[in-house]
Structures are given as C-alpha cells and as structure tokens.
C-alpha cells in the first residue's frame, strides 16, 4: 500500500500564499491521477483539484479556480497545491489522493471514490 504523506500546511492571513506538497512512497509513474480534497470543520470532504499523469487533465473546484495551482512532479513522486489570495473559507484539513493504474471514463476525478489512497492530510488555516 502506497504512503502518501502531506506537508506544507499552516497559519496564514488571508490574502497569503501556502504550497503543499504530497509525497507518495512508491512511483506515480504509472499512477493515471492524483488530487486533493479539503474538509472544513462540519463539513464533509470536497474536491480542490486534479491532475492526470498526462497534465493535460488538470481540474478545479470553482471555489478555487484562478487562486490554487496543481502540479505533479513524477521525478519526485510528488504533486503539489500552490494557494494564492487566500480566504477564512480554505480553512481546513487538506489531503492528497492517488487513483489507480488504470483510465476509467466513467469517473470524473473529482469524487473522493475515484481514489484509491489517500494520505493523513495536513491542517490549513487561514486568519481574517
């Protein structure tokens, strides 16, 4: 079973900029997509974005769209979440998730059930 391990998290101000990264302990080589997932407190968990091994399948929430940045760094075995202009609202418990080997058209990347592992996730928050 693969680790995936995040870091990167902390307190911000809004306004302020965090970088996560998730690091994976075997090859994402041949992983077909890894994402991240967010839960605010009371809150279930959500999508934040994807990307495929490819890159040329990379996926926003709205809520994030134009603010946050995914990017993959097979080399490393690494993905990870550039935040801009953040805002209270992104407050949460951020996690990164790898799917499996295999192109599933019938999943969207963005349901947490397209995943397979899934790392402890790493806390965020963002200061008003």
């Known amino acids: 079973q693969v680790q995936l391990v995040e870091s990167g998290g902390g307190l911000v101000q809004a306004g302020a900029s965090l970088k996560l990264s998730c690091a994976a302990s075997?090859?994402?080589?041949?992983?077909?997509?890894m994402g991240w997932f967010r839960q605010a407190p009371g809150k279930e968990r959500e999508f934040v974005a994807t990307?495929?091994?490819?890159?040329?399948?990379?996926y926003y929430a709205d809520s994030v769209k134009g603010r946050f940045t995914i990017s993959r760094d097979t080399s490393k075995n690494t993905i990870y979440l550039e935040m801009n202009r953040m805002r209270s609202d992104d407050t949460a418990v951020y996690y990164c998730?790898?799917?499996?080997?295999?192109?599933?058209?019938?999943?969207?990347?963005?349901?947490?059930?397209?995943?397979?592992?899934w790392g402890q996730g790493t806390q965020v928050t963002v200061s008003s």
């Open positions: 998730a790898q799917s499996g080997t295999y192109y599933y058209p019938t999943y969207s990347y963005t349901d947490e059930n397209d995943y397979d592992s």
């Open positions: 075997e090859s994402t080589f041949m992983v077909y997509a």
């Open positions: 990307i495929n091994w490819q890159l040329d399948k990379i």
